[in-house]
């Protein structure tokens, strides 16, 4: 069956631009869990959206958004970009959450200049 | 609630063993592992869950110390293609969310 895809594979911004990121998850998995990676600090955990809601955050500024479809794809959006927000941003999908094996998308680079 | 990764970095021969862990400062509910190459994604190897059950690579294994709140990850007999970034996620019990460590970079040389 299909992998986990992401849209878009690299971008490039500006600083004070937004940007919004997409993940379509595995056929029938209800759990999309975003993560940026940046050297160093290994995978930070954003969000996990279950069925449309987002049932767990993890330690970031409001500037990051999250929001899930009905047919389980997500969107990430990162308002006023800065410097710092440069990372690989990963998505993982699994049937039910953090019990379940996680498949990772390949990642959109972004590059915020 | 970042799960402690060591060692941070390790080289191998192949054919050698060697020895991940990784621990929480809260009790666990489960251990995840994944390994990421390169470029790539992170794939994953195998899941413990408090109580015992494991669930994985078949040439992998693992410990799950729920009192110690650690766990281990053995690569016996390393191959080239063992080489990567190792990383442990951990779910607490009661916080269902999996956070990962900062990884382990393995080396497999020939």
């Known amino acids: 069956k299909a992998g986990v895809t992401q849209t878009p594979r690299y971008l490039i911004k500006t600083r004070g631009q937004q940007v919004t990121l997409s993940c379509s998850p595995i056929?029938?998995?209800?759990?999309v869990s975003w993560y940026q990676q940046t050297p160093g600090q290994g995978l930070q955990f954003l969000f996990e959206y279950f069925s449309e809601t987002q049932r767990n955050k993890g330690n970031f500024p409001g500037r990051f958004s999250g929001r899930q479809f009905s047919n389980s794809r997500s969107e990430m959006n990162v308002s006023t970009l800065e410097l710092g927000d440069s990372a690989l941003y990963l998505c993982a999908s699994s049937r039910a959450g953090a019990q379940d094996t996680q498949y990772f998308g390949p990642g959109t680079r972004l590059t915020v200049l | 609630q970042q799960p402690v990764q060591s060692p941070q970095a390790v080289i191998l021969r192949e054919g050698e063993d060697a020895v991940i862990n990784c621990s929480s400062s809260?009790?666990?509910?489960?251990v995840h592992w994944y390994r990421q190459k390169h470029g790539e994604a992170p794939v994953f190897l195998m899941i413990?869950?408090?109580?015992?059950e494991q669930k994985g690579h078949e040439k992998i294994s693992a410990s799950f110390n729920e009192k110690k709140q650690q766990s281990s990850l053995y690569l016996t007999a390393s191959q080239l293609s063992y080489s990567g970034t190792y990383f442990c996620?951990?779910?607490?019990?009661?916080?269902?969310?999996?956070?990962f460590g900062t990884g382990t970079r393995l080396l497999v040389s020939p």
């Open positions: 996620g951990t779910e607490n019990t009661g916080f269902q969310k999996l956070v």
């Open positions: 413990l869950l408090k109580g015992g």
């Open positions: 056929s029938g998995h209800r759990s």
């Open positions: 809260k009790a666990l509910y489960s």
